[in-house]
């Protein structure tokens, strides 16, 4: 069992910045890849950014690359999602996810290879 507690979210202005929080605990080290996905109402759940946690390699998705950057802090089994240039579109409920899956997979990963999911953090951008 993994647990997954997300922080950060809240209300900004366009062009402002968020920094997500994604705290994991329990049987974590068997789940090597972490991400963050989002939903917006309405719409699938899409991923943004993955990090494969043995060699801290990272993916983005077109629409944040330049603008947000995933890392991890390994002594706090903490991933962050630092958010900046935010836009309207971006505001959707942001989901921390954790899944095993060698890299090339975990670049690709889809909501439904996910094996654990964070409660959710609103973020809302506003114009």
């Known amino acids: 069992q993994v647990q997954l507690g997300e922080s950060g979210g809240g209300s900004v202005q366009a062009g402002g910045s968020l920094r997500l929080s994604c705290a994991a605990s329990g049987y974590t080290y068997s789940y090597n890849c972490m991400g963050w996905f989002r939903q917006a109402p309405g719409q699938d759940r899409e991923g943004v950014a993955r990090i494969y946690t043995g060699g801290g390699i990272t993916y983005y998705a077109d629409s944040v690359k330049g603008r947000f950057t995933i890392s991890q802090d390994n002594a706090k089994n903490t991933v962050y999602l630092q958010m900046n240039s935010l836009k309207p579109e971006d505001t959707a409920m942001y989901y921390c996810?954790?899944?095993?899956?060698?890299?090339?997979?975990?670049?690709?990963?889809?909501?439904?290879?996910?094996?654990?999911w964070g409660q959710g953090t609103q973020v809302t951008v506003s114009s």
């Open positions: 996810a954790a899944a095993r899956a060698d890299p090339g997979p975990c670049f690709g990963l889809p909501a439904s290879g996910v094996n654990y």
